[in-house]
């Protein structure tokens, strides 16, 4: 089969693989029909995944259809169409057992980092009875796509975990595939201020599309002092970080309210300063997440009732042939207007 290969950090090949054979009893074998590139492969080819090492095959979502299964699996069979879940989990340990599937003590986040991923014509996905779902009859296999990881970490990571309420204001900065998740699911609450921050001015036209009531193309000073204009000198109730890097999280810290929360969400690869000198009688908190992937079900139904349409993110299309082209559109984002790539496997 053909698959993309995580060869070092800056390289990476399209080549030949062995297909992938059940291993353990719980294990299902997925032939992919479509997946995607995430924002944390290009992180993986940068050299900032120690855990990922040359040779794996990357990706961590994506669609398909079962072709075999292990014994222990009982409910999932040849020729069901399924969504993979960016995170494995086994379902029983105690992380999982607390609904902190990112913590599963034999998962978490393995595909396409500690084990081989999706972007190749077939997977195997092990704990498959709590790992895949199934797709409803007649769903749009492309929009379910988004719902492998963006959606769920958006939602999880920056709406759950800022608790953002009715009538309530909220700030993303960053408005990339994870921060417009954000900005779709933030939208279940009806908060009355949805204010999107970031500097490429394209994705700001996406984020006013895709319900944003303003967009600030600035960073720090400049930005803080919009966010106050906008909030009669409050901040906003609900600060999501959804960039990754230490300046955009102490924007975060300069523009939350008093009795707010920092909902951070980026993967950050160096520290950056916390002012409690600032903030410690501002009655906030701070939360951190990585992905759990447990509101996947409800995700599900909110894209199939048409409640969400996280179809819009989509830009791009490829065959995986041509993933090369489609990494490179991905990562030039700026100049090809690239959210979201899909790359068919068929
Ligand atoms: P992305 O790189 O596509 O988007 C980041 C956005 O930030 C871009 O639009 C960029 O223009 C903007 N930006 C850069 N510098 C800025 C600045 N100084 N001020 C304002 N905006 C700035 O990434 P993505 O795929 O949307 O992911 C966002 C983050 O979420 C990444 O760090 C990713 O690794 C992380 N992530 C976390 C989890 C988790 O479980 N916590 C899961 C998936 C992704
Ligand atoms: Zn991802």
């Known amino acids: 089969m053909k698959a993309l290969i995580f060869e070092g950090p800056g390289r990476k090949t ?12 719980t294990d299902a074998i997925v032939r992919m029909t479509k997946t995607t590139i995430c924002g944390t492969d290009l992180h993986i080819l940068k050299g900032d995944v120690p855990s990922c090492t040359p040779g794996r095959i990357l990706g961590h979502e994506g669609v398909g259809v079962i072709e075999q299964v292990g014994a222990g699996v009982t409910q999932f069979k040849k020729g069901d169409s399924v969504l993979i879940s960016c995170i494995s989990s086994c379902g029983k340990c105690e992380y999982c057992r607390r609904g902190m599937y990112s913590h599963c003590t ?10 081989d991923g999706t972007q190749a014509e077939y997977v195997r996905i092990p704990h498959a009875d709590t790992s895949l779902y199934p797709i409803p009859d007649g769903a749009d296999e492309d929009a379910l796509v988004m719902l492998s990881d963006i959606l769920p970490t958006g939602f999880e990571c920056g709406v759950l975990n800022g608790k953002v309420q009715p009538g309530g204001s909220v700030a993303i900065v960053g408005a990339g595939p994870v921060g417009l998740a954000a900005l779709l699911t933030a939208q279940f609450y009806s908060p009355a201020e949805l204010i999107v921050i970031d ?12 319900g944003a009531t303003n967009t600030i193309r600035a960073t720090g000073e400049e930005a803080k002092q919009r966010v106050f204009e906008l909030t009669e000198n409050k901040g906003v109730d609900t600060v999501i970080e959804a960039v990754g890097i230490a300046p955009t ?21 160096f520290k950056a300063d916390l002012h409690l000198e600032k903030l410690w009688s501002h009655n906030i908190a701070i939360t951190t997440r990585l992905v759990d992937t447990v509101s996947t079900p409800m995700l599900l139904k909110t894209v199939r009732s048409g409640k969400i349409d996280p179809k819009q993110l989509i830009t791009h299309r490829f065959k995986l042939d041509d993933i090369l082209d489609a990494y490179d559109t991905f990562s030039k984002a700026e100049d090809t207007r690239a959210l979201k790539v899909i790359i068919e496997a068929v």
């Open 14 to 25: 399209l080549k030949d693989r062995n297909i992938p054979v059940i291993d353990s009893a």
């Open 106 to 115: 034999t998962g978490g986040w393995i595909l396409g980092n500690t084990i």
């Open 199 to 210: 500097l490429d001015e394209n994705r700001l036209q996406a984020a006013k599309r895709f």
């Open 249 to 269: 999280f102490e924007l975060c810290q300069e523009i939350v309210a008093a009795g707010g929360v920092i909902a951070n969400v980026g993967v950050h690869g």
